[in-house]
Structure formats: C-alpha cells, structure tokens
C-alpha cells in the first residue's frame, strides 16, 4: 500500500487528523501551543479529572502500590481497589455486581461477543457508537439496524425466529448529538422477548438522573434484562470503563470477555482516582450537577439567539455548519480567539453532517460561554 498517497488523499480531502497536545490540567482553561484556550472539547463534565482529591488518591495510591498492575485480572493483576471500585459502581449503578475494562470501548468489544451468539438478534441503533459497532461486528451474530431512537421501527424488526432471544445494543447519550435513547421503550421491548437491553451510558453516567446513575435512572427503568455500560474516564474524571448487571452476568463476562481476561489490569492507582470521584459523587454530586445543568440552559438559550436548534437535556450541544471544509474553517476561527472545539469529520459522523461538537463542563463560566456564542455569531 501507498501510504504517502493515502495521507496526501486524506490531507486533500480535509480528512487527515491530528493531535492536540494539553500542556496543562484539563480544566475550562488549558494550555496548548504555550497558549490559554477555552475548552470546548472535553467529557470532563463535572470538571473532577484535576479535582485535588481525585489527583491526591492516584498519587497516594502509587506511593502505596506502584504504578502498573503487573499482569492480567485472572493472573495476579486484580488488587483489593479493583474489586472495592468494583463493589462501589455496582451499589452507585443499583445492580448486583460490576466489572471493570481498561476502557469503555475495551467493554463493549469485549462484552458484546460474550453475551451474543448465533441465537440472538441485535438490534442496533444506527447511530452507536463504533465501539458498539466493532463489539457487534465481532459478535458474528446477527444484527438488524432500526433508524436513529426508533423504537417502533426496533419493534418491527424483532420479529424471531422460535429461539432466538434480541439484544438491543444503544447508547445512551449519543455522543456526537447529545439526545436521548428511548430506554424505557427498549427495555419494555426486551422484556417481551426475555432478552436484553444494552446501554452504553458513558456520556450519561455522572451527569443525568437525581443522583447521576445514568440514562436509565433518568427514564426510570429498572430491570434486570438490563447491561449498562459506563467509563470512569469522563464524569468520574479517571480512566477505565465498566459493565454493571446481574451478579450472573458478571460472573460469566469474567470467563468470557476477551479483553478483560487478556489484558494487564488498569493500575490500582485509576481504581483510587475512581474511588474519590464517586466519593466527591456522593457529596457534590447534586451540586456539581445543578451548575452544570445551570451553564447548559444558559449556552442552549444563547445559541437559540443565534437561530441554531439546542436542547439542554446533556451537556453535549453540536452545531451542525454542512461541509468538511466549513467545519475546518469554523474549528480555526475559534481557535484564533482562544477557542478549542475541533471539527467533527467523518468517518465519526455522516459526510452531509460535520459539527462544532462543544461539550460543557460544571467548571466553565458563563462569561466562557458568552465567548463562544460571540464568536460563533461572528464566524457561522
């Protein structure tokens, strides 16, 4: 292969990426290019990832353990605060148990493969995430993809044959629209079936619900057909994800999914972070969402002036402007006004569908937002 050929085919079509590098604590403000910008572009949305707390329980943890796991969870990788945390997200998940990943996508590559078979339905969304999509594809099991939050096109399509069981795979904050699954529908839909529901709730986990359990604890859904998936890696302000279900489910993951049994154990060190994030949870957690809540009514009213549609449901807000070569000209002109909110481009959305994905956080102020929504008006 050409690869040269393929960067410049990339370059000229405005697809090639690159990185940012972050030279400071990842805040409202970071440093980049020895320069303070804005930071539009984090999941960090309860701003606990440079919370003193968190930062201290990580160091305190290597002092006291070291810094890497050693081996895999199934050798002697598994340390007393994997399985603390473990406890801990269970009892904050309202489920009987939980596992640990060494990320949300390593969960759902790893879990969908275990829980389905040549005996199951998917049905997907057409708009999960690709880690979904990659956990389905390697699956081999069957799949059928209903359009975006279409529960009746969903229960159409579960039309089975005699022993097959669904599993309906869906985010539950879709990441790059920040809208909604219709969860309750979907576990109602299961139920019918005795199937499963599967939720990938990492940009819901922290944020939504009375006492920011997620997607399902906002829609009221209680079940025990339900898988919920959740990342410490943005609310919780650590790294790792997890899967939080029936103490059988757990159970059978931990001899079956890939790569949690094939992989070195996340350091004790982001099971500590972990452990202080849902500490502060616990007593800031409502605080923290109520600001939060706050600056996301406040940006949507602000962009409702600038004619652009907002909902204030999650702190994810994209401001859809059509072409590759819009977005990158919108991305830059944020920039040089100390803006950071990259433009979003396929493959991670449609090619009639590129974004400015900004994200709030409780740690941003309202004069921040006043800045975006300044030069946004200026620049769109």
């Not at 079936?193 to 009375?210: N, P, S």
Request: proline letters at 4%.
């Amino acid at each position: 292969m050409n690869f040269r050929k393929n960067v410049e085919d990339l370059s000229r079509q405005g697809l090639l990426r690159q990185t940012w590098p972050v030279e400071s604590t990842h805040g409202a403000i970071v440093l980049m290019g020895g320069r303070p910008c804005i930071n539009f572009a984090s999941n960090n949305y309860l701003g606990l990832a440079d919370r003193e707390e968190v930062r201290e329980a990580a160091a305190r943890a290597i002092r006291d353990f070291g810094w890497g796991a050693g081996a895999s969870r199934l050798m002697s990788g598994t340390h007393l605060l994997h399985e603390e945390l473990e406890g801990r997200i269970a009892s904050f998940k309202g489920t009987e148990s939980a596992l640990l990943f060494n990320s949300g996508y390593a969960a759902n590559v790893g879990v969908l493969p275990a829980l389905c078979g040549e005996d199951t339905l998917i049905l997907s969304d057409e708009l999960n995430h690709a880690s979904l999509i990659d956990g389905i594809r390697l699956s081999k099991a069957p799949v059928r993809i209903y359009p975006h939050r279409d529960a009746e096109a969903a229960r159409s399509l579960m039309a089975l044959p005699e022993g097959e069981r669904p599993v309906i795979v869906t985010d539950g904050v879709f990441s790059m629209d920040g809208d909604l699954a219709p969860v309750r529908i979907l576990a109602g839909l299961a139920e019918q079936r005795e199937g499963l529901l599967y939720v990938d709730d990492a940009h819901g986990t922290g944020v939504l619900g009375a006492g920011g359990r997620g997607t399902a604890e906002m829609l009221g859904v209680q079940s025990d057909l339900l898988v919920q998936m959740g990342t410490l890696s943005k609310a919780l302000g650590s790294v790792g994800g997890f899967v939080a279900g029936s103490r059988d489910v757990i159970r059978y993951l931990k001899s079956r999914a890939r790569p949690f049994i094939f992989s070195t154990a996340l350091p004790p060190a982001a099971s500590a972070a972990g452990l202080a994030a849902l500490g502060l949870m616990a007593t800031e957690g409502e605080a923290l969402r109520g600001r939060l809540q706050g600056l996301c009514r406040y940006l949507a009213r602000g962009l409702g002036k600038l004619g652009l549609k907002a909902d204030d449901e999650t702190p994810i807000f994209p401001v859809r402007v059509g072409s590759v070569e819009e977005c990158l000209r919108v991305s830059r002109e944020l920039r040089k006004h100390g803006i950071f909110s990259p433009a979003i481009r396929p493959p991670t959305v449609a090619p009639d569908a590129c974004r400015i994905r900004i994200s709030v956080m409780a740690s941003h102020e309202e004069s921040q937002l006043d800045r975006l929504l300044d030069v946004l008006g200026e620049t769109l």
